[in-house]
């Protein structure tokens, strides 16, 4: 199904389709993460790649929740953005020799993940509001709220360390 398929005809329509499309996403990431805790030669930002292996499936329990909420059938659809973000850190990742410009791309591969994964919550919170669903807006921005807490902790390691280092 596109994005703007012919079985999309109502908000709710939009809503579940884009519910399986960030549930995809993150089932996803929670197989890209592993190898990116493997990757990263930081301690930091090892741990940090390891919470939010935890948080994801976190993430993940929490939109399944959301489906359960809105009474309608987990499931995924495929989402060509989230792999072509994953796809693009994979590639970045494999071709950089120097530990310290490594950590650099995994921090702006993770960051491109968690903005495109905040893109998504803030549109299916706003949604749901929208459709009178706070129950599900609820849950869906305690995921937002960890994603934007995420991105935040990259940058200050990248900032504060890891992009210094990279640069020298």
């Not at 197989?31 to 940090?48: E, S, V, Y």
């Not at 960051?111 to 129950?135: C, F, N, P």
């Amino acid at each position: 199904m596109g994005f703007f398929s012919k079985d999309i005809k109502t908000l709710d329509d939009l809503f579940v389709h884009t519910l399986r499309d960030i549930y995809y996403a993150e089932k996803q990431i929670e197989k890209a993460l592993p190898k990116m805790i493997d990757k990263a030669t930081d301690p930091q930002l090892k741990a940090g790649f390891e919470k939010h292996l935890d948080q994801t499936k976190g993430h993940i329990e929490r939109v399944k929740q959301v489906f359960e909420l809105h009474g309608v059938k987990a499931k995924q659809i495929n989402c060509p953005a989230i792999d072509g973000i994953l796809e693009e850190a994979d590639d970045v990742s494999g071709d950089v020799d120097d530990k310290e410009v490594l950590d650099a791309a995994l921090i702006a591969s993770a960051q491109a993940v968690e903005h495109y994964e905040m893109t998504r919550y803030g549109t299916l919170i706003a949604w749901a509001k929208q459709l009178g669903r706070s129950d599900c807006a609820n849950v869906l921005a305690k995921n937002l709220k960890e994603e934007q807490a995420t991105d935040r902790k990259l940058t200050e390691m990248a900032e504060s360390k890891i992009n210094l280092q990279a640069a020298e």
